[in-house]
């Protein structure tokens, strides 16, 4: 594919209701990211895989978010009975690796998420 | 925890300026270190990525360089034109055991005035 893809590219929900965020890495590419942005906090990291590894999920924010992914290519992240402070964008990225050198990451356009 | 700043916050130049971005970390146990540039409304698209073995990296008109010692970048643009107008972002990526995400930097805001 050209490059990672991500849908729906907005999603408005009401307060309590369960989200679904998709991610389609570029072909190859055995790490996946994803990341939050928001006005107040900037940019952060939320979970990271790969392979076939157990993720990283060290950037979590709370237990009502949850990410897996499929096959090592497409991966889905939830958010369970969303908050408004869910409000944000979700970026995902992906990269390569070359031995044990972690190359760059290259991101999606996102998915702008705003809970009413 | 790894901090990441970035002066200015924001910056307005004239077209055909040369100019320089700050990035500074708190730690400087890196794997790599990247630039980004963010248009309105959209992803980010990845400018140059140094290694923690790597002093500089140039593609066209703009050039990275890392310090790691002293936990500090500079994203340096030449002949800047109005399409360089987006902000700028800086991110490391931690070493050691276990691996992560980047850690961002606010952002530069760059305007270039025609």
């Known amino acids: 594919g050209a490059g990672v893809s991500q849908s729906p590219s907005n999603k408005v929900t009401e307060k309590g209701k369960d989200v679904e965020l998709r991610c389609d890495p570029i072909?190859?590419?055995?790490?996946l990211y994803w990341y939050r942005q928001s006005l107040g906090q900037g940019l952060e990291f939320l979970i990271y895989?790969?392979?076939?590894?157990?993720?990283?999920k060290s950037g979590l924010p709370s237990d009502r978010f949850s990410a897996e992914r499929t096959g090592g290519s497409v991966s889905t992240l939830t958010i369970q009975r969303t908050q408004q402070e869910d409000s944000a964008v979700y970026l995902c990225?992906?990269?390569?690796?070359?031995?044990?050198?972690?190359?760059?990451?290259?991101f999606g356009p996102g998915t702008r998420l705003t809970v009413l | 925890k790894q901090e990441v700043t970035q002066i200015p916050a924001a910056l307005s130049v004239p077209e055909g300026e040369n100019l320089v971005l700050n990035c500074s970390f708190t730690?400087?146990?890196?794997?790599?270190l990247q630039w980004f540039r963010q248009d309105p409304g959209k992803g980010l698209t990845s400018l140059l990525l140094i290694q923690s073995s790597q002093r500089e990296q140039t593609s066209g008109r703009l050039n990275a360089s890392l310090d790691k010692s002293s936990g500090r970048s500079t994203l340096y643009i030449a002949a800047s034109q109005p399409g360089d107008s987006a902000t700028y972002l800086c991110?490391?990526?931690?070493?050691?055991?276990?691996?992560?995400?980047?850690?961002f930097g606010k952002g530069t805001h760059l305007i270039i005035q025609p």
């Open positions: 730690d400087s146990a890196i794997y790599n």
């Open positions: 072909s190859g590419h055995t790490a």
């Open positions: 990225a992906s990269s390569s690796r070359t031995g044990s050198s972690y190359n760059e990451q290259f």
């Open positions: 895989f790969q392979g076939n590894s157990a993720p990283d």
């Open positions: 991110a490391v990526r931690r070493s050691g055991g276990g691996a992560d995400g980047l850690t």
